[in-house]
């Protein structure tokens, strides 16, 4: 290791002392911070092809060179990502394993899981939010529904009765169809599907769901050919893929606003230069004209925050869905 830089390293770790940080970290003098990385590094995600695989995998092809080490991706798909959460708060907290951390591993399996095996805020370290994204409320083509306003209008005339889906209990788009429920001041039935490729296909079908969310990715092609009809997007801006699809809020419940991320995390303890100095060279790769071009074909983004900033969002996000789970009455089977 150069003296310039550990030099660099310590600078980093003076400027930036991690005030927000969900669970203390190691000083930065820790004698590890001067030869890192000292062996590949481990990039746990979800299930292959995933939304946070195809990320997690985007990202280690140019963190690597940056880091002058390789970035492996190693997909651990069980309990929800839960797996992959547990091994990396487990984990040495040496900067050579990190996990691409989904909304449902940091803010909402929490509150729906009594042993999860990990607590996000105080056994994982946030270093960056790396892509943000929102759903479509969608409906079939055969829908009367042309409008989220009939959508609306359909679930507070039935209470309780009209069936939306979802990838499963607790996913991001079963609670966002909840919250949607929430403030149009309405129930719905939620019926559970294993995984979005079941609960595309029964929106497809036609008959076995009234409505659901999915993101973009999957569901623009069928948008596009009028298989499916968007009533809205969740975001708080429509999105360029489909700038016809009106707002949640513009189209009926004002200041609803929704978008699903994934970030960058490491274990409690890691030592502070290396969360900034990753969160730094992660800053650099999504501020590319190449990232935002692959992030808008996938539907979403670029989304980078300070650890700091990372931090409070998941504490805040953490206490939203905790108090929407408690009210809605969601549990898991």
Known sequence: MTTRRRTLLLALAGA???????APARAATDPGTATWPGRP?????????????????????????????????????AAG????????????????????????????????YPKLGYDPLK???????FGIGP????????????????????????????QFGSPGVGTPPHLSAELLL?????????????????LLAALLAGGQVQWGLEGLVAAVPHVRAGRLRALAVTSAQRNAALPEVPTV?????????YLGWTGLAAPAGTPEAIVQRLATDVRRIADSDEAR?????LGGEPGWLTPEAFAEAIRSEHGKWGALIRARGIQVP
């Open 249 to 257: 809020a513009e189209a009926g419940a004002p200041g609803f606003d």
């Open 123 to 129: 056994d994982l370290r946030p270093i960056t939010r």
């Open 16 to 22: 930036c002392p991690g005030l927000g940080s969900l």
């Open 293 to 297: 071009r692959w992030f808008t074909g």
């Open 81 to 112: 990502g839960s797996v992959a959460a547990q091994q990396v708060a487990r984990a040495a907290p040496d900067g050579h394993t990190l996990l691409m951390l989904t909304q449902g591993q940091a803010t909402i399996n929490p509150h729906l």
């Open 135 to 162: 759903l479509l409320v969608l409906v079939p083509n055969s829908s009367p529904w042309q409008s989220l306003g009939d959508l609306a209008g359909a679930v507070r005339a039935r209470p309780g009765e009209v």
């Open 182 to 198: 929430q403030a149009l001041g309405a129930t719905g039935q939620h019926i559970p599907y294993n995984g979005n490729g079941p």
């Open 41 to 77: 590094l481990r990039l746990l995600a979800g299930g292959a092809g995933s939304v946070p695989d195809l990320r997690a995998r985007w990202l280690a092809e140019r963190l690597g060179p940056a880091l002058g080490q390789t970035v492996v991706v190693e997909n651990l798909p």
